[in-house]
């Protein structure tokens, strides 16, 4: 794990399988927390990061505001859903999956929709979360990560309909 200003017992307690609760003080505070919490928690636990859900919940199908609330941590969810996950529920109420993400993110929409596509698979998730994050918060766009050596991003999926 990277020494980072997350708070440790978030990724103890989630890599152990264990409930947390949703007290703020215990949730990153920035989009930039969020993305070395996410890495960190799918570095000690690869097996929770499953591209293709938002977040398991076999029972129903769960909204971002729901996944925020949810309390329970052994669940497998994709990029997106982990960065809910670690997110205040007010930030992500009322918006679809893709853009609950990027809030909890700090993403533009077109950086967005590529790291939250089913079929991305980099080499190495948490060094994918690690590189965004050292894209100044506002400016995590698809330029910013070209900046700082993401080429391993599938553009040509986003382009498929140009000539």
Request: hydrophobic share 40%; aromatic share 8%; charged share 25%.
């Amino acid at each position: 794990m990277t020494d980072t200003l997350v708070p440790e017992i978030i990724v103890d307690e989630f890599s152990k399988g264990r409930y947390i609760s949703q007290d703020q003080d215990l949730l990153p505070q920035t989009t930039t927390e969020r993305l070395l919490a996410v890495a960190d928690l799918l570095e000690s636990r690869p097996e929770l990061w499953d591209q293709r859900t938002w977040g398991e919940d076999y029972e129903r199908e769960m909204t971002p505001q729901d996944c925020a609330q949810l309390h329970v941590c052994n669940t497998v969810a994709c990029i997106a859903g982990w960065g809910v996950r670690y997110s205040p529920v007010e930030l992500v109420t009322d918006l679809s999956w893709s853009k609950a993400g990027a809030a909890a993110f700090g993403l533009s929409e077109d950086l967005a929709d590529v790291l939250f596509m089913s079929t991305f698979y980099p080499p190495s998730v948490p060094e994918t979360l690690r590189q965004v994050a050292s894209i100044k918060e506002g400016e995590r766009g698809l330029y910013g990560a070209l900046q700082v050596g993401m080429r391993h991003l599938p553009l040509r999926r986003l382009f498929r309909h140009c000539p």
